[in-house]
C-alpha cells in the first residue's frame, strides 16, 4: 500500500466495527434504563415496607433478611456483589 492509496480494507473493518459498537452502545443504554427503573422501584418498596414496619411498631431494619440478600447477591456476583447489595440495601432503607 503506497501513501497516495488509503487502504480500504481498514477503512471497511473500522466502519462496521464503529456500527457494531453504536449498536451495543444502544443496548447498554437500554439495560442501563432498567437497571435505574428497578433501582428506584425497589427502593420505594423498601421504603414502604420500612415505614409500614415502624408505623405498626416494628423496627426500622431486619438484620437476617439484609443478610440473605447479600449472600444471595454475594452468590451470584461474588465480592462485587456483596458491594452491590450494601448500596441496593441503603437506597431503601437509608446510611446505618
Ligand atoms: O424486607 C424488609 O423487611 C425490609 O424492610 C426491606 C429491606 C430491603 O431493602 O430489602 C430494608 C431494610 C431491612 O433491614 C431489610 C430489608
Do not use: C, F, K
Not at 466502519?15 to 428506584?40: K, P, S, V
Amino acid at each position: 500500500m503506497s501513501l497516495e492509496e488509503p487502504d480500504m480494507t481498514a477503512a471497511v473493518t473500522t466502519e462496521a466495527a464503529t456500527e457494531h459498537i453504536a449498536g451495543l452502545r444502544d443496548r447498554l443504554d437500554e439495560i442501563d434504563a432498567r437497571i435505574i427503573e428497578l433501582w428506584l422501584e425497589r427502593a420505594a418498596i423498601s421504603q414502604e415496607v420500612g415505614r409500614t414496619r415502624v408505623a405498626s411498631g416494628g423496627t426500622r431494619l431486619v438484620l437476617n433478611r439484609e443478610n440473605e440478600i447479600l449472600e444471595r447477591y454475594r452468590a451470584h456476583l461474588g465480592a462485587d456483589g456483596v458491594q452491590l447489595a450494601l448500596l441496593v440495601l441503603r437506597a431503601g432503607r437509608g446510611p446505618l
